[in-house]
Each structure stands twice: as structure tokens, then as C-alpha cells.
């Protein structure tokens, strides 16, 4: 997936997709930690923080991320995914369609596709639908929030050793390297290596043509390589404590609410930035 994210586009895209996909997401994570530990009461801090990076990210491999950096369980990882998976699949068909029911456009609906659908694949396909410079947009702006999963998973690798487990267990919080490089999800080093080979090697020396057939070839593995992933959360999912961990329906309740936040706060973000009113639309000739 790293290859695929290329610094080019975000030169491009500028402020742009910064504004909407880097000033949204933490925003959305906190909102959702706040939500869940507060309002709804969920003791298990480790699921809340793995679901609300998810809602916020990029779904599955958000979670992954998250999940690993807050030593969540197995069932924890396994009902984060499973909401994210189903209600993906249900913004991915239905929110092009909305979009293009009230108008909204190519440019906005592209942006707003790409900052509020979990998965890069289903922006893809949800982009597509709206059209050709939709697709552009919603790409460019979920693989600039793709970029944040590192700085993310290290953040909460810090905030879960310094503090959430040390009001748990009374340990004394120190934040060790040891500690951080054994939580931090290895798989970010190779996505920043991958997206910085593709950025300053790969694309000055071999042009955009080289990339685009790589990423078709590395797509196939990454595809197998989630199948892979996913059929080994589902062996090793139980049912019975899955159902444990639904706790009356309150992870559910946390993702519909955060992402209902998460899809009106990116909706004033790509209203203030992409609706010509306010700021000069940018040059999507990329």
C-alpha cells in the first residue's frame, strides 16, 4: 500500500489534502476516545482506540496499527474489523449515491469519499462511481491520511504505556524505546520505505508509467496478503466472546456516532477548502 502513496500528490494537492485529512483525523480519534470512555463508559480502552482509528484511518489496516500499538486482544482486533468491513461496504454503495442526489459534485464528493470510506479500495470504487476526477480526489485524499497510521500507531503506543496502563496496573509509566519499537506495528516501516522508494526513486528515474505498473503487480500480493490476514483473525475469532465484547451494543454505538461526526466535520472541511467560496480551488491536472 505504501508504494502506491506518492509525495508528488500531496505536493499537488497541497493544503488541500492536508487541511481535510490530516486536521480531521485526530479530531475524530479524540472525539471517539472522549465518546466511548466517557459517555459510553466502555472499559476496554484498547478496543476504543483500535475502532476510533479505524472509523478515522483507513479501516482494517488502521486497526491492525492501533490495535498492536495498544496491546489490544484478538476479539478486540476482531469486532473493530467486523464493523468497519460491514459499514464500508454499505458507504461505499450508498454514499456516492447521496452525493450525487444533493448535488454536491465531483471535486466535494471525491473529497469527502476519500475522507470519511474506511478502505483505499472501496474509495476507489465509491470515487469511481461520481467519476473520473472523483476518483482523482478521493484517492489523493485517503492516501494522504494513509501517510498518518505511523505517526498514529506511535502516538498511541506512548499514550497507552505513559498513561492508560499505568492507571490500570499502577505501573510507573516510563516511556522506554524498547517499549515503543516492541508495540510499534513493523509493517509502517516498509509502508514509509515502500512510499519513499516509489516517491524519489522509482517515479524521477522510471516515470509514472513504471509506478502504476508496479502498483498493479504489488496489488495482486497486497489483495492475497489481507485475504491471508483475515481468514486469520476469523480462526482464531470466537463468537461466543465476541458477543461478550458487544457489551449492549456500545462499539456499535461508538462507530455510527464517530463516524457521523467524522463525516460532517470532513464535510466542513471540504466545503471551507473545495467549494470556490472561500479559498481558490486547487489544480487537479495531476
Excluded at 492501533?66 to 464493523?83: E, F, R, Y
Excluded at 473520473?132 to 494513509?146: D, G, R
Excluded at 481468514?231 to 456499535?252: A, H, M, R, V, Y
Aim: charged share 10%; net charge positive; aromatic share 12%.
Amino acid at each position: 500500500m505504501g508504494f502506491s502513496v506518492l509525495f508528488s500528490n500531496i505536493v499537488n494537492f497541497g493544503l488541500y489534502g492536508l487541511g481535510i485529512a490530516w486536521v480531521v483525523t485526530p479530531i475524530v480519534i479524540l472525539f471517539m476516545w472522549f465518546f466511548g470512555t466517557r459517555v459510553l463508559k466502555i472499559d476496554n480502552k484498547p478496543l476504543v482506540i483500535t475502532l476510533s482509528t479505524a472509523t478515522s484511518v483507513c479501516g482494517t489496516s488502521a486497526a491492525i496499527a492501533a490495535g498492536a500499538a495498544s496491546k489490544a486482544k484478538k476479539t478486540d482486533l476482531s469486532m473493530a474489523v467486523s464493523i468497519s468491513i460491514i459499514f464500508t461496504v454499505l458507504m461505499m454503495v450508498f454514499e456516492p449515491i447521496i452525493i450525487r442526489a444533493v448535488g454536491l459534485g465531483e471535486v466535494m464528493g471525491g473529497a469527502l469519499i476519500g475522507g470519511t470510506v474506511d478502505s483505499t479500495g472501496a474509495v476507489t470504487v465509491a470515487g469511481t462511481a461520481l467519476g473520473e476526477t472523483a476518483q482523482t480526489v478521493a484517492v489523493l485524499v485517503k492516501s494522504i491520511q494513509n501517510i498518518l497510521i505511523g505517526f498514529i500507531a506511535f502516538a498511541v503506543a506512548i499514550f497507552f504505556t505513559a498513561h492508560v496502563e499505568k492507571n490500570q496496573e499502577g505501573a510507573a509509566g516510563k516511556v522506554t524505546a524498547a517499549e515503543i519499537w516492541y508495540r510499534l506495528p513493523k509493517f509502517i516501516l516498509g509502508f514509509f520505505a515502500a512510499s519513499l522508494i516509489a516517491s524519489f526513486v522509482v517515479l524521477p528515474y522510471a516515470g509514472s508509467d513504471a509506478v502504476s505498473t508496479i502498483n498493479k503487480v504489488l496489488d495482486q500480493y497486497k489483495n492475497w496478503a489481507f485475504v491471508l490476514a483475515f481468514t486469520s483473525i476469523g480462526l482464531d475469532t470466537n463468537f461466543k466472546e465476541l458477543k461478550e465484547q458487544f457489551q449492549g451494543g456500545k462499539p456499535l454505538a461508538l462507530y455510527v456516532v464517530g463516524q457521523l461526526f467524522n463525516i460532517i466535520l470532513t464535510f466542513a472541511a471540504v466545503y471551507l477548502l473545495l467549494s470556490g467560496k472561500f479559498v481558490p480551488l486547487p489544480n487537479l491536472a495531476l
